[in-house]
DNA sequence: TGTATTTTGTGAATCACTTCACAAAAGAAT
DNA sequence: ATTCTTTTGTGAAGTGATTCACAAAATACA
């Protein structure tokens, strides 16, 4: 699978490949059969030139003179991001936001299939909530690894997630990510995200009261 | 309120104030009086050079030899970050995700108020939702300059987001977080956030999928 | 009081990311 | 066929963010 001389891709271009894979589904839609680094830019507000470098890093797929095909481009990205696979995925906590997430039907649409519910709250254990039944959260490191789970969403207390956490690391899930609003340790070979929605409005709330300073020296 | 020189701040700093603002919570509530540079970054897994330039931004409450007491930090960044102030916050689309997040206990204590909802639901329209009325989105414009919203969490279908932004920009509000899987377009004095999980999830897939190459040249 | 230790605050150096700019390749037009 | 136009792919330049490294300031302790 290694490509060329293979440099270092930095999480901005990973998260701009996400971006333009949903550009590319939409064009797709649109009937496209070619799109230029000039107009994908344009739609996703950002410059030609980063387009080609974040393409280029996993080859060359584009035509001189007419772009690149909206098609193949759309497969490729696809699988470098790892979306042809499917992944199972686990819950922990099935409060407000997990719940909310079992029903989000762009997880299904990727690939992430929830295959496993798990919480601590007694009269929540053993019913079935969307077709899925919640386990005790006391048996997750045997069911984890029984599922062959590959990637578990964490939303439980902010008081309860280290050790949660920590449980899931040693069944051998290598990929978590965090809702609750702690920052979590875990081992180098697990990819650890943090997904704070406090952290976020903040920005927002930072913004707002900041408008005029921001810039200048 | 401007401070001296005044550099461009960026926002992987204003990302960390708040990463730092939660570990002061923690300090404070294990009864730490000071805290160093060096044992912030070992806690939050960053360099103690970067915290000590992030926090140099707003002036210098350090002490030499025995580092930042954790009560006047701690107020200092909530203040930058806007903390201090109550924001009125609106919801449009009441689906799975808003209506989570409505519930999100960790708004309210940072001071982000959901004063209104809004949907095109009929079925939902008027209805009571956690102690709040859904409101046609018909009346968004009026409403959100009646109640003095200044920030809009969008939680509508894609194809349906434009739109919304759209009438929210022309109601005057300059700060909106973002959830539908979609770029939208925003004037330059909006700020504009994206929340996109699927995105999130799968730069997990590209990292499961992609273990190996990620370095060298 | 003086010396050793800690830790800040910050220019300078380094590292990382983005944008520029242009040769090369392909298509379109005449 | 030849010329013009478009657009890629990519080194080089430029910009921005992080880390280094050290003087200065404060404490701790003898």
Redesign the interface.
């Known amino acids: 699978?290694?490509?060329k001389?293979?440099?270092?891709?930095s999480?901005s271009t990973?998260?701009r490949?996400?971006?333009y894979?949903?550009?590319l589904l939409g064009l797709e839609r649109e009937g496209y059969e070619t799109i230029s680094s000039k107009e994908l830019a344009r739609?996703?507000?950002l410059t030609p030139a980063q387009v080609r470098k974040d393409l280029s890093f996993f080859g060359s797929f584009g035509t001189r003179g007419l772009g690149y095909p909206v098609k193949e481009l759309k497969a490729r990205i696809g699988e470098?991001?790892?979306?042809n696979?499917l992944?199972n995925v686990a819950m922990v906590g099935v409060g407000?936001?997990g719940?909310?997430?079992v029903?989000?039907k762009?997880?299904a649409?990727?690939?992430?299939i929830v295959k496993l519910l798990f919480d601590n709250d007694q009269r929540k254990i053993g019913s079935n909530h969307k077709g899925i039944i919640i386990n005790d959260i006391a048996s997750i490191k045997q069911m984890l690894q029984e599922q062959e789970i590959?990637?578990v969403i964490v939303t439980v207390p902010a008081a309860a997630a280290q050790k949660v956490c920590d449980e899931v690391v040693e069944a051998g899930v290598?990929?978590i990510?965090n809702f609750a609003?702690?920052?979590l340790?875990v081992p180098d070979?697990v990819?650890l995200?943090n997904?704070?929605?406090?952290?976020?409005?903040?920005?927002?709330?930072?913004?707002?009261?900041?408008?005029?300073?921001?810039?200048?020296?």
Request: glycine fraction near 2%.
């Open positions: 699978m290694a490509k001389s293979m440099r270092k891709i999480n990973i998260h490949l996400s971006i894979y949903r550009a739609r996703e507000k470098i991001l790892g979306l696979k992944w407000n936001i719940s909310a997430l029903s989000y762009e997880f649409k990727q690939g992430f590959q990637i290598k990929a990510m609003p702690v920052s340790k070979d990819v995200l997904e704070n929605m406090s952290i976020e409005l903040e920005h927002l709330s930072f913004s707002l009261t900041n408008r005029n300073m921001v810039l200048s020296d």
